[in-house]
C-alpha cells in the first residue's frame, strides 16, 4: 500500500522560508514522477513543482526563482523549499506521486497526501 506524508507547513511572514517534505512508503516503481501541488479556498488545485526519475524539474511561473525542489532517491523523499514567500502562496500542499506523467513530469492519476498547510501572513 502506498503511502505519502507530508509535513514542515506552517505560518511565516511574507518574506519567509518554509521547507515542506513528503516521505513514500510503499512506492516501488522505477520510472515515477513526482510533485507538489497547492490548493487555496475557492481556487482550483495547481501543480507548483515536479520531478521525475530521471531528475528533471518543471516549476510554476508563479514560484520560479524562489521554490525548489529535490528528492532523495534512497530515502523515498521528495522535499519543497519555499523561500521569498508571499501571502499568494498561502494554500494547502499536496505531494503526489504516479508513474503516469503528464508532459513527462506532472504526476497523474497517483498517489496523494493528506496536505499541509502554508500560510503567508502579510
Known amino acids: 500500500q502506498v503511502q505519502l506524508v507530508e509535513s514542515g507547513g506552517g505560518s511565516v511572514q511574507s518574506g519567509g522560508s518554509l521547507r515542506l517534505s513528503c516521505a513514500a512508503s510503499?512506492?516501488?516503481?522505477?520510472?515515477?514522477?513526482a510533485g507538489w501541488f497547492r490548493q487555496a479556498p475557492g481556487k482550483e488545485r495547481e501543480g507548483v513543482a515536479a520531478v521525475n526519475s530521471v531528475g528533471n524539474t518543471r516549476y510554476a511561473d508563479s514560484v520560479k526563482g524562489r521554490f525548489t525542489i529535490s528528492q532523495d532517491i534512497a530515502k523515498k523523499s521528495l522535499y519543497l523549499q519555499m523561500n521569498s514567500l508571499k501571502p499568494e502562496d498561502t494554500a494547502m500542499y499536496y505531494c503526489a506521486a504516479s508513474t503516469i506523467c503528464s508532459g513527462g513530469i506532472w504526476p497523474r492519476f497517483g498517489y496523494w497526501g493528506q496536505g499541509t498547510q502554508v500560510t503567508v501572513s502579510s
Open positions: 510503499g512506492f516501488t516503481y522505477s520510472g515515477y514522477c
